[in-house]
């Protein structure tokens, strides 16, 4: 038998400065049996920097012609493909083909340089992706937060990220590896 997503529900205000956005979004997210808290996590701090009415999660690990979070305009066009890990060269120039512009949120540690040293070359030819890199502390401070019904604010301020469940705060500041 298949085992089934878990549902996690977030309300999530988010303040970006520097975007002058400021809303608040009730969330869903299905965390697939395979996927990590620490990912799942990596998905809420994907969409609190790129937040949208319109941004919404993809079907996730099991859909490999989804990313992790898109945002679609009103005739369908993909006008943001954001992944979250370490996705390989193909997917990614697909997505580049797709999208109007196309964000990786890469984490893991050691593993993030490794897959930079070997996909980055060629993927500094794609001039609508951008590649953020959150270190592992962060990461891991993020997925302590996790839990099934959470209440979060976001601050985004000169590109330094503060999420709070009001009790503890995670500082992130993502490393840029390559912008457009």
Request: glycine share 8%; aromatic share 8%.
């Given at each position: 038998?298949?085992?089934?997503?878990?549902?996690?529900?977030?309300?999530?205000?988010?303040?970006?400065?520097?975007?002058?956005?400021?809303?608040?979004?009730?969330?869903?997210?299905?965390?697939?049996?395979?996927?990590?808290?620490?990912?799942?996590?990596?998905?809420?701090?994907?969409?609190?920097?790129?937040?949208?009415?319109?941004?919404?999660?993809?079907?996730?690990?099991?859909?490999?012609?989804?990313?992790?979070?898109?945002?679609?305009?009103?005739?369908?066009?993909?006008?943001?493909?954001?992944?979250?890990?370490?996705?390989?060269?193909?997917?990614?120039?697909?997505?580049?083909?797709?999208?109007?512009?196309?964000?990786?949120?890469?984490?893991?540690?050691?593993?993030?340089?490794v897959w930079w040293g070997k996909?980055?070359?060629?993927?500094?030819?794609?001039?609508?992706?951008?590649?953020?890199?959150?270190?592992?502390?962060?990461?891991?401070?993020?997925?302590?937060?996790?839990?099934?019904?959470?209440?979060?604010?976001?601050?985004?301020?000169?590109?330094?990220?503060?999420?709070?469940?009001?009790?503890?705060?995670?500082?992130?500041?993502?490393?840029?590896?390559?912008?457009?």
């Amino acid at each position: 038998m298949a085992l089934k997503s878990t549902v996690f529900r977030a309300k999530l205000a988010v303040a970006d400065t520097d975007r002058h956005y400021y809303a608040e979004h009730v969330l869903t997210l299905a965390r697939h049996p395979s996927e990590t808290d620490e990912r799942m996590m990596v998905r809420l701090l994907a969409f609190a920097l790129y937040a949208d009415e319109r941004l919404e999660f993809g079907r996730g690990l099991s859909a490999a012609d989804e990313p992790a979070l898109w945002l679609k305009d009103y005739s369908g066009a993909v006008k943001l493909w954001i992944e979250v890990g370490l996705p390989d060269e193909r997917a990614l120039k697909k997505a580049a083909g797709r999208a109007e512009r196309v964000v990786v949120l890469a984490y893991g540690g050691r593993a993030v340089d490794v897959w930079w040293g070997k996909e980055g070359p060629a993927l500094g030819r794609l001039a609508n992706l951008t590649v953020l890199a959150v270190e592992p502390a962060q990461s891991a401070a993020l997925e302590a937060l996790a839990e099934r019904g959470m209440d979060l604010q976001c601050t985004i301020q000169e590109g330094h990220v503060w999420i709070t469940d009001g009790a503890d705060t995670v500082p992130i500041e993502p490393r840029r590896l390559q912008a457009p």
